[in-house]
């Protein structure tokens, strides 16, 4: 198939995309440890660079930071377990021959006095260096990484680790003001009796709120393990259908329900149903405390997760200005039409003929059936039986930024009738909730439309000829070109064409038109 040249214009604000640009293609195989003070954790990441995908990804709880109040020193069963999971992951990256390997060390390697001696030592042993970072720049590093899979991001970002917390305000595409404290759970565990800690949580929070000069944000960005384990307990709270953390929402109400729930829960038995490890579910009850004395301070009325953070900062702080400019969402399905779909750039051409249906759609929706069309073919090598579950699965799983969970649902629902007239006995019933009644038709008819799009995939787009709807006559006519084009409406198509109609409360037409 020939298709036209790529038209800027066609991606809207965004531009072209760069995914295989030099500006991509020098962020391939890009690694990260992070020296943490309750994990140490490598993460390579490849492929589209500004929605990453995770090559490498591999954590273990160490616990450098236990009793680090107490001692003044990194815990000696935690130093010898990231020792040796340094060494593990130094020959797991020449292996897969990362391009660049940046290993930070945050609160507790900072803060102990042998942090020195065990940064020596894994320069010995390993032959890596560790660059120590200190509260400030951590802070603005998982900033950068809520900004990497959030751009639109417009509030207060909350990373919590082990031995500290730090904050960071977002706005304009950009990290503001930071700060630090020493509000980690494994240091707040040493406080001797709740009432103590209840004191030093309060303290340490108005302090970081005097030095934001702020104390009113809309939307809260939570960061951490310890975030994703309160979430993961109030999705099993609620019920919740879709078990995918980043972007996942909750109120106040809803977390001040949560809290109330962990203190009266068997711990053990939430962890396992869960899926929490035991050394992340003993550090819960504390962060709790935490997250609870945040909301009283700065009054959030949404609060999100991202699972993206100080590793996803660290190479959007080595993306120029032009990458960080795309949108994640269309530069990551525009990778994956490249890698996997049969007909590489048909998708530009799917939606610049489905889009005639949606000229009254927003900004936002029509990005999202941008999304659709680009990913509309990149499960064809799947069973035809369990296609379209299939791409409702990747869809609505995929780790992909820039979506909301209705958003991750409206694009499995579009790409599951892309594939399949109903809806029903699909996983699209488990996650119905989470899609309003109206964006349900919506997703059907964008599907529907793919589908019947689909038929003239194999031949020159100029074939396709054009639709447009009429919504005050009830009519949604298809000018074909005579010839060619006429030749490929066959009973299939035509089928596809009436389905499509009906979804739209439309009359089905068609001309022939000369080209």
């Not at 030099?22 to 390579?44: F, K, T, Y």
């Not at 791409?391 to 995929?398: E, G, K, L, P």
């Amino acid at each position: 198939m020939t298709t036209p040249p790529i038209d800027p214009a066609d991606y809207g604000p965004f531009g072209t995309p760069l995914f295989d640009g030099p500006e991509a293609r020098s962020l391939r195989r890009v690694g990260v440890i992070d020296v943490g003070s309750n994990s140490v954790r490598l993460v390579v990441f490849d492929g589209a660079a500004r929605s990453p995908a995770y090559f490498f990804n591999e954590k273990i709880l160490c616990g450098l930071g236990a009793g680090l109040s107490e001692t003044g020193k990194l815990n000696p069963e935690g130093r010898a377990r990231a020792m040796v999971a340094l060494k593990r992951f130094a020959i797991l990256a020449r292996g897969m021959e990362v391009n660049s390997l940046t290993v930070v060390a945050t609160a507790a390697v900072r803060e102990a006095e042998d942090g020195p001696a065990f940064e020596a030592e894994v320069r010995a042993e390993t032959g890596l260096k560790l660059w120590v970072i200190d509260g400030t720049e951590e802070a603005r590093l998982s900033g950068q990484g809520v900004l990497l899979g959030w751009p639109e991001a417009e509030g207060l970002m909350c990373d919590i680790g082990g031995s500290s917390m730090e904050l960071a305000e977002l706005s304009g595409g950009a990290v503001g003001a930071v700060v630090s404290g020493k509000l980690g759970p494994l240091k707040l565990a040493a406080a001797k009796g709740r009432a103590a800690r209840k004191r030093e949580i309060e303290a340490g929070v108005r302090e970081m709120a005097e030095a934001l000069g702020r104390d009113r944000y809309d939307r809260l960005y939570l960061v951490g393990g310890s975030w994703r384990a309160i979430a993961r307990i109030d999705m099993e709270r609620r019920g919740y259908p879709l078990h995918v953390l980043h972007e996942y929402t909750m109120t106040p109400k809803d977390l001040r329900a949560t809290f109330d729930y962990i203190v009266e829960a068997d711990l053990e038995d939430l962890r396992g149903r869960t899926g929490t490890s035991g050394a992340r579910m003993s550090l819960v009850p504390v962060a709790a405390e935490v997250l609870s004395r945040v909301l009283k301070t700065f009054h959030p009325k949404i609060i999100a997760i991202s699972a993206y953070g100080i590793r996803e900062g660290l190479l959007y702080e080595q993306m120029p200005d032009v990458l960080r400019a795309r949108d994640p969402l269309i530069e990551s399905c525009r990778f994956a039409e490249a890698k996997d779909a049969r007909l590489p750039g048909f998708g530009r051409v799917l939606y610049k003929f489905v889009s005639p249906l949606f000229t009254r759609a927003p900004d936002r929706r029509r990005r999202l059936i941008r999304a659709c069309c680009l990913l509309h073919d990149v499960s064809w090598r799947a069973h035809p039986d369990y296609r379209a579950e299939i791409c409702f699965d990747n869809a609505t799983r995929a780790n992909l930024g820039g979506l909301t969970h209705s958003e991750r649902v409206f694009l499995g629902a579009a790409l599951l009738h892309r594939y399949r007239n109903k809806r029903e006995g699909t996983p699209f019933e488990n996650l119905a909730p989470l899609l309003s009644e109206e964006d349900t038709w919506q997703a059907e008819q964008v599907g529907k439309a793919m589908r019947f799009g689909a038929m003239f995939s194999a031949q020159d787009p100029s074939l396709m000829g054009a639709m447009k709807l009429y919504p005050k006559k009830g009519v949604l006519e298809l000018a074909l070109p005579k010839g060619d084009g006429e030749a490929l409406y066959g009973e299939v198509a035509e089928a596809r064409f009436r389905s499509l109609a009906a979804s739209l409360g439309a009359e089905a037409r068609v001309k022939v038109v000369r080209r």
